[in-house]
Protein backbone atom coordinates (compact mmCIF):
# COMPACT_ATOMS: atom_id res chain seq x y z
CA UNK A 1 0.00 0.00 0.00
CA UNK A 2 1.10 3.60 -1.05
CA UNK A 3 0.45 5.89 2.05
CA UNK A 4 0.88 9.71 1.60
CA UNK A 5 1.78 12.27 4.79
CA UNK A 6 0.21 15.82 4.45
CA UNK A 7 1.29 16.92 8.31
CA UNK A 8 -0.63 20.42 6.92
CA UNK A 9 -3.30 20.30 4.53
CA UNK A 10 -5.54 23.04 3.31
CA UNK A 11 -8.81 24.02 1.57
CA UNK A 12 -7.63 25.59 -1.76
CA UNK A 13 -10.23 27.84 -2.56
CA UNK A 14 -9.35 29.24 -6.29
CA UNK A 15 -10.58 32.81 -6.79
CA UNK A 16 -10.67 33.95 -10.47
CA UNK A 17 -10.87 37.43 -10.81
CA UNK A 18 -10.23 39.96 -14.20
CA UNK A 19 -8.27 42.85 -12.09
CA UNK A 20 -7.94 43.23 -8.60
CA UNK A 21 -8.90 46.90 -6.89
CA UNK A 22 -7.35 47.78 -3.55
CA UNK A 23 -8.93 48.80 -0.98
CA UNK A 24 -12.36 48.46 -3.50
CA UNK A 25 -15.13 45.86 -3.29
CA UNK A 26 -14.16 43.10 -5.61
CA UNK A 27 -16.36 40.24 -7.38
CA UNK A 28 -14.97 37.34 -8.95
CA UNK A 29 -16.34 35.60 -12.18
CA UNK A 30 -15.69 32.28 -10.82
CA UNK A 31 -14.33 30.03 -7.85
CA UNK A 32 -13.42 26.38 -6.87
CA UNK A 33 -12.63 24.54 -3.42
CA UNK A 34 -10.08 21.78 -3.84
CA UNK A 35 -8.60 19.18 -1.34
CA UNK A 36 -5.04 20.95 -1.11
CA UNK A 37 -1.97 19.82 0.56
CA UNK A 38 1.23 17.83 -1.42
CA UNK A 39 0.73 14.22 -0.07
CA UNK A 40 -3.08 14.69 -1.04
CA UNK A 41 -2.20 15.70 -4.59
CA UNK A 42 -0.33 12.47 -4.75
CA UNK A 43 -3.12 10.62 -3.43
CA UNK A 44 -5.58 11.92 -6.22
CA UNK A 45 -3.31 11.35 -8.56
CA UNK A 46 -3.13 7.91 -7.65
CA UNK A 47 -6.36 7.22 -7.69
CA UNK A 48 -6.80 8.78 -11.34
CA UNK A 49 -4.13 5.95 -12.57
CA UNK A 50 -6.40 3.19 -10.37
CA UNK A 51 -3.47 2.91 -7.83
CA UNK A 52 -4.97 2.31 -4.20
CA UNK A 53 -3.24 4.14 -1.70
CA UNK A 54 -4.39 5.62 2.15
CA UNK A 55 -4.05 9.43 2.73
CA UNK A 56 -2.82 10.33 6.34
CA UNK A 57 -2.13 13.70 8.01
CA UNK A 58 -4.26 16.22 10.73
CA UNK A 59 -7.29 16.98 9.99
CA UNK A 60 -9.34 19.22 12.16
CA UNK A 61 -12.85 21.69 12.20
CA UNK A 62 -15.12 22.00 9.10
CA UNK A 63 -12.42 22.32 7.02
CA UNK A 64 -11.19 19.29 7.44
CA UNK A 65 -14.69 17.55 7.26
CA UNK A 66 -14.77 19.34 3.59
CA UNK A 67 -11.46 17.49 3.32
CA UNK A 68 -12.35 13.87 4.31
CA UNK A 69 -15.63 14.27 2.12
CA UNK A 70 -14.29 15.49 -1.12
CA UNK A 71 -11.55 12.56 -1.26
CA UNK A 72 -14.18 9.88 -0.41
CA UNK A 73 -16.05 11.31 -3.50
CA UNK A 74 -13.16 10.34 -5.32
CA UNK A 75 -13.02 6.96 -3.80
CA UNK A 76 -9.44 7.96 -2.07
CA UNK A 77 -9.51 5.95 1.26
CA UNK A 78 -8.12 8.23 4.12
CA UNK A 79 -6.90 7.55 7.64
CA UNK A 80 -6.09 11.04 8.67
CA UNK A 81 -5.53 12.03 13.04
CA UNK A 82 -8.36 14.43 13.93
CA UNK A 83 -7.17 17.81 15.75
CA UNK A 84 -8.90 20.27 17.39
CA UNK A 85 -8.77 23.13 15.81
CA UNK A 86 -9.59 23.92 11.53
CA UNK A 87 -7.61 23.10 8.78
CA UNK A 88 -6.24 25.96 7.27
CA UNK A 89 -7.72 27.42 4.31
CA UNK A 90 -5.34 28.82 1.64
CA UNK A 91 -6.71 31.40 -1.09
CA UNK A 92 -5.01 31.11 -4.76
CA UNK A 93 -6.18 34.54 -6.52
CA UNK A 94 -5.74 34.29 -10.17
CA UNK A 95 -6.29 37.86 -11.66
CA UNK A 96 -4.07 40.09 -13.77
CA UNK A 97 -0.66 39.11 -10.95
CA UNK A 98 -1.47 35.80 -9.36
CA UNK A 99 -1.39 36.11 -5.51
CA UNK A 100 -1.71 33.35 -2.70
CA UNK A 101 -2.92 33.75 0.51
CA UNK A 102 -2.02 30.60 2.63
CA UNK A 103 -3.03 30.02 6.27
CA UNK A 104 -0.83 28.81 8.80
CA UNK A 105 -2.52 25.80 10.03
CA UNK A 106 -3.45 23.96 13.16
CA UNK A 107 -1.29 23.63 16.46
CA UNK A 108 -0.72 20.15 16.52
CA UNK A 109 -0.20 18.54 20.77
CA UNK A 110 2.28 15.90 21.32
CA UNK A 111 -0.54 13.26 21.66
CA UNK A 112 -1.81 13.61 17.96
CA UNK A 113 1.98 12.98 17.21
CA UNK A 114 1.90 10.41 18.74
CA UNK A 115 -1.44 8.86 17.09
CA UNK A 116 0.09 9.29 13.75
CA UNK A 117 3.75 7.79 14.52
CA UNK A 118 1.70 5.23 16.01
CA UNK A 119 -0.13 4.61 12.78
CA UNK A 120 2.98 4.46 10.81
CA UNK A 121 4.49 1.90 13.10
CA UNK A 122 2.23 -0.66 11.77
CA UNK A 123 3.31 -0.39 8.13
CA UNK A 124 6.04 -3.11 6.62
CA UNK A 125 8.73 -3.43 3.49
CA UNK A 126 5.65 -3.97 1.28
CA UNK A 127 4.35 -0.17 1.95
CA UNK A 128 5.87 3.10 0.33
CA UNK A 129 4.91 6.43 2.20
CA UNK A 130 5.01 9.28 0.51
CA UNK A 131 6.36 12.43 2.94
CA UNK A 132 5.71 16.27 1.07
CA UNK A 133 5.09 19.62 1.96
CA UNK A 134 5.96 21.86 5.06
CA UNK A 135 4.82 20.24 8.42
CA UNK A 136 2.50 23.00 11.15
CA UNK A 137 4.33 25.61 12.75
CA UNK A 138 4.28 23.70 16.18
CA UNK A 139 5.88 20.78 14.38
CA UNK A 140 8.62 22.46 12.42
CA UNK A 141 10.07 20.27 9.78
CA UNK A 142 12.61 18.80 11.90
CA UNK A 143 9.62 16.45 12.91
CA UNK A 144 9.90 14.66 9.71
CA UNK A 145 13.34 12.72 11.03
CA UNK A 146 11.57 11.13 13.67
CA UNK A 147 8.79 10.26 11.42
CA UNK A 148 10.74 9.06 8.12
CA UNK A 149 13.43 6.77 10.80
CA UNK A 150 9.98 5.52 12.25
CA UNK A 151 8.70 4.29 8.74
CA UNK A 152 11.86 3.25 7.85
CA UNK A 153 11.87 0.93 11.33
CA UNK A 154 9.44 -0.99 9.87
CA UNK A 155 11.22 -1.25 6.40
CA UNK A 156 9.01 0.85 4.46
CA UNK A 157 10.05 2.48 1.63
CA UNK A 158 9.78 6.32 1.74
CA UNK A 159 9.26 8.69 -1.00
CA UNK A 160 10.17 12.63 0.39
CA UNK A 161 9.35 15.83 -1.85
CA UNK A 162 11.09 18.48 0.32
CA UNK A 163 13.10 21.39 0.02
CA UNK A 164 16.34 22.67 1.23
CA UNK A 165 17.51 21.01 4.61
CA UNK A 166 14.69 19.30 5.05
CA UNK A 167 15.81 17.33 1.59
CA UNK A 168 18.75 16.72 2.83
CA UNK A 169 18.13 15.48 5.67
CA UNK A 170 15.99 12.91 4.43
CA UNK A 171 18.99 11.43 2.14
CA UNK A 172 19.81 9.53 5.14
CA UNK A 173 17.36 7.45 5.10
CA UNK A 174 17.66 6.39 1.94
CA UNK A 175 14.90 7.71 0.40
CA UNK A 176 13.24 5.68 -2.80
CA UNK A 177 12.67 9.44 -4.74
CA UNK A 178 13.78 12.69 -4.10
CA UNK A 179 11.94 15.37 -6.70
CA UNK A 180 13.51 18.88 -6.41
CA UNK A 181 13.18 21.41 -9.21
CA UNK A 182 16.57 22.68 -10.64
CA UNK A 183 15.95 26.03 -8.52
CA UNK A 184 15.64 24.20 -5.55
CA UNK A 185 18.32 22.05 -6.83
CA UNK A 186 20.52 24.98 -6.98
CA UNK A 187 19.39 26.09 -3.54
CA UNK A 188 20.62 23.71 -2.04
CA UNK A 189 23.90 23.38 -3.73
CA UNK A 190 24.39 27.59 -3.53
CA UNK A 191 24.93 27.31 -7.13
CA UNK A 192 22.87 28.88 -10.16
CA UNK A 193 21.88 25.72 -12.37
CA UNK A 194 21.00 26.46 -16.20
CA UNK A 195 21.06 23.02 -19.06
CA UNK A 196 21.12 19.41 -18.19
CA UNK A 197 24.88 19.22 -18.50
CA UNK A 198 24.85 21.40 -15.16
CA UNK A 199 22.50 20.04 -13.67
CA UNK A 200 23.20 16.63 -13.60
CA UNK A 201 26.31 16.60 -12.08
CA UNK A 202 24.36 17.87 -8.72
CA UNK A 203 21.53 15.74 -9.60
CA UNK A 204 24.05 12.91 -8.82
CA UNK A 205 25.32 14.11 -6.03
CA UNK A 206 21.85 13.39 -4.37
CA UNK A 207 22.25 9.76 -5.08
CA UNK A 208 25.53 9.77 -4.11
CA UNK A 209 24.88 10.57 -0.56
CA UNK A 210 21.72 8.50 0.04
CA UNK A 211 18.70 8.88 -2.76
CA UNK A 212 17.63 5.71 -4.72
CA UNK A 213 16.03 7.96 -7.37
CA UNK A 214 16.27 11.48 -8.12
CA UNK A 215 13.93 13.39 -10.62
CA UNK A 216 14.77 16.83 -11.34
CA UNK A 217 11.82 18.68 -12.95
CA UNK A 218 12.77 22.01 -15.32
CA UNK A 219 9.46 23.36 -15.86
CA UNK A 220 9.12 23.79 -19.74
CA UNK A 221 12.43 22.23 -20.23
CA UNK A 222 11.86 18.62 -19.96
CA UNK A 223 12.85 16.40 -16.66
CA UNK A 224 15.49 14.85 -15.75
CA UNK A 225 15.70 11.14 -13.96
CA UNK A 226 19.34 9.74 -12.14
CA UNK A 227 19.51 6.25 -10.86
CA UNK A 228 22.48 4.27 -9.88
CA UNK A 229 23.24 2.99 -13.76
CA UNK A 230 21.50 5.22 -15.99
CA UNK A 231 20.27 8.55 -16.60
CA UNK A 232 17.00 9.42 -19.01
CA UNK A 233 16.08 12.74 -20.13
CA UNK A 234 12.05 13.26 -20.74
CA UNK A 235 11.70 15.86 -23.53
CA UNK A 236 9.69 19.20 -23.18
CA UNK A 237 5.68 18.73 -23.85
CA UNK A 238 4.08 21.98 -25.15
CA UNK A 239 1.12 23.14 -23.99
CA UNK A 240 -0.25 26.19 -21.73
CA UNK A 241 0.57 25.86 -18.15
CA UNK A 242 -2.04 26.45 -15.48
CA UNK A 243 -0.99 24.39 -12.78
CA UNK A 244 2.61 24.80 -11.84
CA UNK A 245 2.42 23.41 -8.18
CA UNK A 246 0.24 20.61 -8.33
CA UNK A 247 2.63 19.44 -11.44
CA UNK A 248 5.65 18.27 -9.10
CA UNK A 249 2.86 16.56 -6.78
CA UNK A 250 1.39 14.56 -10.04
CA UNK A 251 5.17 13.49 -11.13
CA UNK A 252 6.15 12.10 -7.99
CA UNK A 253 2.06 10.13 -7.94
CA UNK A 254 2.84 8.72 -11.25
CA UNK A 255 6.84 7.88 -10.80
CA UNK A 256 5.63 6.16 -7.30
CA UNK A 257 2.45 4.58 -8.11
CA UNK A 258 3.93 2.61 -11.56
CA UNK A 259 7.35 1.79 -9.67
CA UNK A 260 5.63 0.60 -7.50
CA UNK A 261 3.34 -1.46 -9.36
CA UNK A 262 5.78 -2.54 -12.27
CA UNK A 263 9.35 -2.18 -10.72
CA UNK A 264 10.11 -0.52 -13.99
CA UNK A 265 12.02 2.51 -13.47
CA UNK A 266 11.92 3.64 -16.75
CA UNK A 267 7.89 3.22 -17.23
CA UNK A 268 7.88 4.95 -13.85
CA UNK A 269 9.49 7.59 -15.05
CA UNK A 270 7.36 8.14 -18.55
CA UNK A 271 3.89 8.25 -16.06
CA UNK A 272 5.32 10.89 -13.80
CA UNK A 273 6.41 13.31 -16.78
CA UNK A 274 2.89 12.13 -18.09
CA UNK A 275 0.80 13.05 -14.88
CA UNK A 276 3.28 16.00 -13.74
CA UNK A 277 2.61 17.81 -17.45
CA UNK A 278 -1.10 17.03 -18.07
CA UNK A 279 -1.43 18.43 -14.15
CA UNK A 280 0.50 21.43 -15.48
CA UNK A 281 -1.76 21.69 -18.59
CA UNK A 282 -4.85 21.76 -16.25
CA UNK A 283 -6.79 23.93 -13.81
CA UNK A 284 -7.01 21.64 -10.96
CA UNK A 285 -5.33 17.91 -11.09
CA UNK A 286 -4.95 16.01 -14.37
CA UNK A 287 -8.36 13.75 -15.30
CA UNK A 288 -7.31 10.36 -16.09
CA UNK A 289 -8.02 10.96 -19.69
CA UNK A 290 -5.85 13.66 -19.98
CA UNK A 291 -2.64 11.56 -18.75
CA UNK A 292 -3.37 8.80 -20.62
CA UNK A 293 -3.38 11.21 -24.06
CA UNK A 294 -0.04 13.23 -22.37
CA UNK A 295 1.56 9.73 -21.77
CA UNK A 296 1.25 8.57 -25.37
CA UNK A 297 3.34 12.11 -26.16
CA UNK A 298 6.32 11.32 -23.74
CA UNK A 299 9.71 10.97 -25.29
CA UNK A 300 12.60 9.97 -23.10
CA UNK A 301 16.05 9.56 -24.25
CA UNK A 302 19.77 7.92 -22.41
CA UNK A 303 22.05 10.38 -22.15
Known amino acids: MIYTVTLNPSIDFIVRIDHVEMGQVNRMTSDDKYPGGKGINVSRILQRLDIPSTATGFVGGFTGEFIKKSLAKEAVQTAFVEVDNDTRINIKLKADLETEV ?106 SKGAQHVIISMAGNGALLVTSDKTYFAKPIKGTIKNSVGA ?54 TR
Open 102 to 207: NGTGPSISSEKLVELIELLSHLSANDVVVFAGSAPISLGNGVYKELIAQTRATGAQVVCDFEGQTLIDSLSFSPLLVKPNSHELGAIFGVELEGLDAIEPYAKQLL
Open 248 to 301: GDSMVAGFTGKLTETQDVLEAFKWGVACGTATAFSDDLASAEDIKETYQKVEVE
